[in-house]
């Protein structure tokens, strides 16, 4: 009787075992894939249509289109079209303002991604201009520079539906929370799927980041409209026979929920809807893949099976402590608990392999260890399963309000509060935008300016995008309450920018600087960045801007049919020249006001050490090398930065000066 009891015992055990060494297996196959490599390599040669699935995303639809026109992919070969469904906000008029195609869906009684997405493809693939493959990118995220590289070239290769590798954004600041999700996202996506990539397996789709030929979807047309309309769609492709590869080196990446119950929603959907595709669905993948005697169907079987890394663990827990129970009371013999120990061993292996695999920053690594406790906070998810789960509830994932980047008014000047891979994403999209995109970066001297000069701040109100450039400006922007990452200097922004655009052989007109220090910093662009096109450099003789020899100016920006144009004639002259002439330079799309930084990139001056740049001491080198010329401009900036911090101070506790809107 004993040895039936423990045979009983150990059935359960032994299967969850199995599952375990399988995610052990997938781990280590994880770790053996190389990630370093070169970028994909080939011509593309598809015409890729993007399509973002938008229902109420005015805080982070502008990111996400600023980071799909930043693709290295050539401009030329895709399009970028926003659906936006059901939208009750501004998600169409802001999609559109970043330069996106935007097809608007008002069907309120057929909400959802899946319908959205069946609804804009019957549509598309029906026009005269067809593309060649389908990239659907969620509109809360940011694609990585070369994701629509990388799905092609895995396109390339012969597959026809792709998976990126999809994980969540975090940072150092980020929440515990979102720290464990970011490792599940890790282990479940990453790991997983590069694991089976790695053994020659397939992978599934995760709804972000998804490649498929035009053919697949004039063959199988999507048909999955649940909660888990991903993964319904998997199963419909691996039972018709298609492959879903994996592309590893294609990055996209979305935010966690803004909430612990927007978080439990989220996975009560997700969690949920696997459920019911196991349970509807497991029996038919069994029973095809004996009838075909197909062995990567019994793969997907497996894969579905395999529970949620929380539930394993927790029933692999209870498991192992009621067989021990029955150990130690000498009802069950104690071998029952050996499948127990070799499951209970494996998930640790699992997560700590697995996260060596994916190179998991420190951040994730100490969430981790809170682990016992978001299996608590899980436990809930499960218990709520158990009382029914509708799989056609659909419900929208929250947003903080300070998830998009925000403009804050200083002293009336708005300031664009963005980190330097924002601002260049912001950059790259505007080439090739049909207008021109004022760009200037903001120290305390401008601010100054400003406040006795009407014109300027006129100015000032309209270019396009304010940085940060100088270390009181984040101060005050922090004083306001608003996160600053920290200063996104002119003299960064220009080499960092150039470097970005090189490869896409765009044009560079230098404006400005004396003694040919144009010249000289345009010849060294070209040594250090072989891609970029310097098109044309003009010194003008010096004069005010209205007797500037403009027309021969406009002439010379115009016949180098420029795209960018770097201005350097010293502040606040190169920002009235840009505003004064802005209709006239019709084939420029992003114009810089940049100082000084032409003699920087020339050689023939030199920045402050790094330390004193990275603790706002940059002021204090200048003044050392140069001080007649600017101690009284100093000094009349601190008292100005005085009288600008009180009234920074005063409107913040009044509730003013700030703006929270959207960039």
């Not at 906000?89 to 997405?117: F, N, Q």
């Not at 012969?158 to 970011?182: F, H, K």
Request: charged share 20%; net charge positive; aromatic share 6%.
């Amino acid at each position: 009787m004993t040895g039936v009891l423990g045979a009983l015992l150990a059935i359960p055990g032994a299967v969850f075992a199995g599952f375990g060494l399988y995610l052990v297996i997938l781990a280590a196959a994880s770790a053996l894939v190389h990630r370093d490599g070169a970028i994909a390599l080939g011509r593309p040669r598809n015409r890729l249509l993007v399509i973002v699935p938008a229902h109420n995303e005015e805080q982070l639809v502008s990111r996400c289109v600023a980071s799909l026109f930043a693709q290295s992919y050539p401009r030329t070969l895709y399009r970028v079209v926003v659906i936006a469904d059901n939208c009750s906000d501004s998600t169409a008029a802001i999609a559109a303002g970043s330069g996106a195609e935007v097809m608007i869906r008002t069907e309120p009684d057929a909400r959802g991604k899946g319908r959205a997405l069946r609804w804009a493809l019957d549509q598309l693939l029906g026009s005269p201009d067809q593309p060649d493959a389908v990239v659907v990118v969620d509109a809360d995220s940011v694609a990585d520079h070369h994701l629509l590289t990388e799905l092609e070239a895995a396109m390339g290769r012969g597959e026809s539906v792709v998976q990126a590798d999809y994980t969540v954004l975090t940072d150092e600041l980020s929440s515990r929370r979102t720290q464990l999700v970011a490792a599940g996202f890790l282990l479940f996506h990453r790991v997983r799927f590069s694991g089976r990539a790695r053994l020659g397996m397939c992978a599934n789709l995760v709804g972000n980041g998804m490649l498929f030929s035009r053919a697949i979807l004039e063959a199988h047309p999507w048909s999955a409209f649940t909660g888990v309309e991903d993964l319904e769609y998997s199963i419909d492709l691996r039972l018709a026979g298609v492959r879903i590869g994996f592309a590893p080196a294609a990055h996209v990446s979305g935010p966690g929920s803004a909430t612990r119950a927007g978080e439990f929603r989220q996975r009560l959907r997700w969690e949920g809807g696997r459920f019911h595709v196991m349970r509807n669905r497991l029996w038919s993948i069994v029973r095809a893949a004996g009838a075909r005697r197909d062995p990567r169907l019994l793969d997907a079987a497996i894969d579905l099976a395999t529970p949620p890394l929380g539930l394993l663990s927790m029933a692999t827990g209870a498991g192992f402590i009621a067989v021990s129970a029955a150990t130690i009371a000498r009802i069950a013999p104690v071998w029952a608990l050996i499948p127990w120990l070799v499951a209970l061993a494996a998930i640790p292996a699992f997560v700590l392999i697995g996260l060596h695999a994916a190179r998991a920053p420190r951040s994730v690594w100490i969430a981790v260890a809170t682990g016992p406790l978001y299996l608590a906070w899980k436990l809930a998810t499960y218990m709520s399963l158990l009382r029914g789960f509708d799989p056609n509830r659909w419900d929208r994932s929250e947003r903080r309000d300070t998830s998009a980047p925000r403009r804050v008014d200083i002293a009336g000047v708005p300031i664009d509060a963005v980190d330097m891979a924002q601002a260049i994403s912001r950059l790259q999209a505007a080439i090739g935008g049909g207008r021109l995109f004022q760009v200037l970066t903001v120290n305390l001297d401008f601010l100054v300016r400003a406040q006795s000069d009407p014109g300027l701040m006129r100015i000032f109100r309209r270019t396009d995008l304010n940085l940060a450039d100088g270390a009181p400006v984040v101060w005050l922007a922090r004083m306001l309450g608003v996160e600053m990452h920290g200063r996104v200097a002119g003299a960064d922004l220009v080499p960092a920018l150039i470097r970005e655009l090189a490869h896409s052989g765009a044009r560079l007109f230098l404006l400005g600087g004396e003694d040919g220090v144009a010249a000289a910093a345009g010849a060294r662009l070209g040594e250090l960045y072989p891609g970029i096109v310097v098109a044309g450099t003009y010194e003008p003789p010096r004069a005010a801007v209205e007797e500037m020899n403009n027309v021969e100016i406009v002439t010379r920006i115009a016949e180098a049919r420029a795209d960018v144009l770097l201005v350097a004639l010293g502040h606040p002259k190169q920002e009235r020249w840009i505003d004064l002439h802005r209709d006239q330079l019709s084939s420029v799309s992003v114009a810089i006001g940049v100082g000084c930084v032409l003699d920087l990139i020339a050689g023939r001056s030199r920045r402050a050490p790094r330390w004193m740049q990275a603790v706002g001491l940059e002021w204090f080198y200048r003044l050392a090398r140069e001080p007649r010329r600017l101690l009284g401009r100093y000094v009349t900036d601190a008292a100005w930065l005085v009288l600008i911090s009180a009234r920074v101070l005063r409107g913040r506790l009044a509730g003013g000066d700030r703006v929270a809107e959207p960039v």
